[in-house]
Nanobody, 124 residues
Framework: QVQLVESGGGLVQAGGSLRLSCAAS????????MGWFRQAPGKEREFVAS????????YYADSVKGRFTISRDNAKNTVYLQMNSLKPEDTAVYYC?????????????????WGQGTQVTVSS
């Protein structure tokens, strides 16, 4: 497994931007597909975005498509989530997830390693 540490969360006004980072341990980061998920109070954890091992493939939840961008830097063992045009409904704890393997996934069960989460709060 890989150890994941998220950062970059905070409080922002609606319409603003934040960039989340997720730093991974180990020397095999490029063998992991990565994902971002979020969990709002009282709600189940949901998929946000996923990126393939090389970064050539990405996939987004409809609710964030066109506003969020997932990317990765395999040389830095880091995956990012650039969040623009933030809305109050984007308020949640955001989690980074990793799983060794090809392709993309939107399923929580397809990811075996998780970070501790970072809080994003969007005020109206």
């Amino acid at each position: 497994q890989v150890q994941l540490v998220e950062s970059g969360g905070g409080l922002v006004q609606a319409g603003g931007s934040l960039r989340l980072s997720c730093a991974a341990s180990g020397r095999t980061f490029s063998s992991y597909r990565m994902g971002w998920f979020r969990q709002a109070p009282g709600k189940e954890r949901e998929f946000v975005a996923s990126i393939s091992r090389s970064g050539g493939g990405t996939y987004y939840a409809d609710s964030v498509k066109g506003r969020f961008t997932i990317s990765r830097d395999n040389a830095k063992n880091t995956v990012y989530l650039q969040m623009n045009s933030l809305k109050p409904e984007d308020t949640a704890v955001y989690y980074c997830a990793a799983e060794s393997g090809r392709g993309l996934s939107t399923l929580i069960g397809d990811f075996g390693s998780w970070g501790q989460g970072t809080q994003v709060t969007v005020s109206s």
